[in-house]
């Protein structure tokens, strides 16, 4: 039986393969056919310059020493891809307004004009770049630059463009490296234009980013940011969605050690309920037997 369930963070870019007899192996999707193995778990994450990449391979590597594979009644071969389910929310994706360093002080309406890194093609970066510039009655082509990501820190450090929205995890390498050792600033949302933004880009949430968060000069900040949750197929038994909070869950503290956006991940049953509930993406059957045993035990 193959048991494929996926942590979606709407781009999906990269694929670790968990098998406890081999090491871990990268691809680049498209996925080859090949690597479709009932021996196999396939997780997916995003690029690299998101939280995405690292909190997943940290989830992966905890799944793999931990979770045995359940074996079910159903053959998923040679079947139509199933609807997902969502099993569990984790951290929020919170957009970055880092600044190239000529730019520091510029006000927010006035830097959104010039030239900047709204996010790759067909990411949820990019989307919610284009939003925000849509918010303002700004046309995001006389704006955006397209750029490989590899290249975006570079750009920015340069000031070959004024601004990149990073949209991620907190903390993120990529911006605290940025603003720490690179020279560049991050500038908040206006305040008063967060409870609107949130009111007309689906499923936003305001975000505040403390003060001396990411550097110690830098006063708090306000923001926008995406509830990732952590997606599955509904065909796959409940008892393995159990197992899979179980884990996650027996492994909160180890988890939050090895990267301090699983902070974000709620460990109260109830409140994660609430948080699926509000993203209006139906919830897999295994999670409302989990929160009912859990009920049982209190």
Known sequence: ??????????TIYFFFLVDSSQEETTHAAPLPPTLYSSSRFLFGTGNRLGTYYPVGKI?????????????????????NFPELRAIWPLWPDVVHFLISQNN????????????????QSKSSTLRTGREILSFYGLDSQDIEVSL????????????EISFALIQAGIPNLTVSDM?????????????DDIASLCTSIHAAMPVN???????EDIPAIGSIGFSNLLLCRDDLPKEVVEKIIDLTLQGYGYLKVKHAAV????????????ILIRQGIPVHEGVNEFIKRQGNKN
């Not at 902070?263 to 609430?274: E, H, M, R, T």
């Open 1 to 10: 039986m193959l048991v494929i369930f996926c942590l979606l963070a709407v």
């Open 59 to 79: 989830i992966v590597e905890w799944l793999n020493d931990n979770l045995e594979a359940f074996l079910g009644e159903k053959d998923y071969l040679n079947r």
């Open 104 to 119: 520091i002080g510029v006000e927010f309406q006035n830097l959104i004009r010039k030239k900047g890194f709204l996010g």
């Open 148 to 159: 490989d990501p590899n290249f975006v820190v570079e750009s920015l450090k340069s000031g």
């Open 179 to 191: 603003l720490v050792f690179n020279g560049c600033g991050i500038l908040g949302l206006p305040r």
């Open 209 to 215: 980013i403390s003060n001396g968060y990411y550097r």
């Open 263 to 274: 902070s974000a991940i709620p460990a109260d049953a109830n409140a994660a309920l609430q």
